[in-house]
């Protein structure tokens, strides 16, 4: 995976689970959540995906570690939401927002 450039943009590196079923869905995704290098070699943390049920909705938060940063999906079933997270992490069009340390904590 190549550090993110100006504009967003990242390189491509094949992990492990690449010939699996949600793999072969969700290549970028997966690619961003199993990656822990970039592409020189330097050390990157890997994006985490939590997904919940909230007033009748699925809804995601994918989780940047590296860069701070955090994005929000929802929809009516699992695989509109993954396919929604996937859409935007290859067409670079994910809306990110600064992800905030919770309330209290690092705090003196």
Do not use: N
């Not at 690449?18 to 072969?24: C, E, I, L, R």
């Not at 079933?77 to 990110?96: M, P, Y």
Request: proline share 5%; hydrophobic share 35%.
């Amino acid at each position: 995976m190549k550090k993110p450039s100006t504009d967003g943009s990242a390189g491509r590196v094949k992990g492990e689970l690449s010939a699996s079923p949600f793999g072969q869905l969700y290549p970028t995704l997966l690619e961003w959540m199993e990656t822990d290098r970039w592409e020189d070699g330097t050390q990157r943390a890997t994006t985490t995906l939590f997904i919940f049920v909230d007033v009748g909705l699925i809804k995601a938060m994918l989780k940047d570690r590296d860069a701070s940063k955090v994005a929000f999906v929802s929809g009516t079933s699992l695989e509109a939401v993954l396919e929604a997270i996937e859409r935007g992490l290859s067409e670079g069009s994910t809306e990110w927002k600064v992800d905030r340390p919770p309330a209290g904590r690092g705090r003196k």
